[in-house]
């Protein structure tokens, strides 16, 4: 793959608190919510998932680095800005942005620089924005140890495959598609 790939990876904020003062289907709607947000300010390309339980993953090809930072502001500004409805409640909800990029590189790379960016925007505080590429931290991600703990990847034959699990892919309608995503690429 030479076009750029990036990824936008991000959390909600402090979310267990509206979980456990809403109930989890209060909750479950609120994601719904920031899902519909979140799909109408990306392209019809690019891709929107759930890997977590308040955690949503972007998947946006052919786009690099200072693209994904600002349509990360843009998600902070536009999607989070606006308070959500909930059972006639207004909530406001923020969110922490993990940012990677890569021309070239495993798109299971590139996640795992995502999630560790999104490490680091979890530490500086609510509503941060951090990117793998540009962050003073990269240094310490690149040690033996932080690679052994990140890894969940392994070889089948001449393939390396990474696992992620609880991906839960979201479209338009919002339909659950899977429980776990396996990525691969071949090497001859």
């Known amino acids: 793959m030479h076009t750029p790939l990036s990824l936008i990876l991000l959390d909600v904020d402090d979310f267990g608190h509206w979980n456990s003062r809403l109930g989890n289907d209060a909750c479950d709607d609120l994601l719904c919510q920031v899902a519909r947000r979140l799909g109408q300010l990306l392209r019809s390309y690019d891709l929107l998932g759930r890997p977590g339980k308040d955690e949503f993953l972007a998947l946006l090809p052919g786009c690099g680095a200072e693209e994904a930072r600002l349509l990360a502001e843009r998600i902070r500004a536009e999607v989070f800005c606006r308070p959500f409805r909930v059972e006639d409640e207004s909530i406001r909800l923020s969110a922490c942005f993990g940012i990677a990029s890569s021309s070239g590189r495993s798109p299971v790379v590139v996640l795992r620089q ?75």
């Open 114 to 188: 995502a999630e560790t960016a999104l490490q680091w925007a979890r530490t500086s505080g609510p509503e941060s924005i951090q990117s793998y590429l540009d962050s003073p931290h990269r240094e310490d991600a690149q040690s033996p140890i932080a690679r052994r703990r990140r890894a969940t990847n392994f070889w089948l034959g001449n393939r390396l495959i990474g696992h992620q699990p609880r991906f839960v892919s979201l479209f338009g309608n919002g339909q659950h598609l899977a429980d776990e995503a396996v990525f691969g690429k071949s090497f001859r």
